[in-house]
């Protein structure tokens, strides 16, 4: 099978925990599909979960009919992941603003994640770069690249 790179895959779905294992899932089936490594779909997996986890979590959180959008370009030599939602109550958006102002800092502390909570660390671990974004709406947006290792 021969795949032209890149191309993305876009998902919206509703704010609902159940709902992020088969979208996860069906990032890695793709990844694989596209030659990348069983180990970098997996890594992707675990950024796709902790991303969607934190935009239902924090970003539309009681919010019954709103929605996060995840879209993933994939291109040959690296994936860029982009979630988005409508942003949550004041305070998860204050924290969030908050996270994004500390994981600009060169050094992060382990306060980060004890005082957010929000899940970033591991994200940040896995990836080459996370971009964090709340617009004067609070549409929520988490960008990531991830740069596959396997040649």
Do not use: H
């Amino acid at each position: 099978m021969s795949v032209t790179f890149p191309y993305t895959i876009t998902i919206k779905f509703p704010s609902d925990l159940t709902v992020i294992p088969p979208v996860r899932k069906f990032i890695s089936e793709a990844l694989q599909v596209s030659g990348f490594s069983t180990k970098f779909a997996f890594r992707t997996e675990i950024i796709v979960d902790a991303i969607c986890n934190n935009a239902i979590a924090y970003g539309s959180a009681g919010n019954a009919d709103s929605e996060v959008s995840v879209s993933c370009e994939i291109c040959a030599d690296c994936v860029e992941i982009a979630v988005k939602d409508r942003g949550g109550s004041a305070a998860n958006v204050e924290r969030l603003r908050e996270a994004i102002r500390r994981s600009r800092l060169e050094s992060p502390t382990k306060e980060l994640e004890e005082d957010t909570g929000m899940g970033l660390e591991i994200v940040k671990l896995l990836s080459e770069a996370i971009e964090l974004s709340v617009d004067e709406n609070n549409l929520t947006s988490i960008n990531v690249i991830s740069r596959r290792e396997d040649g």
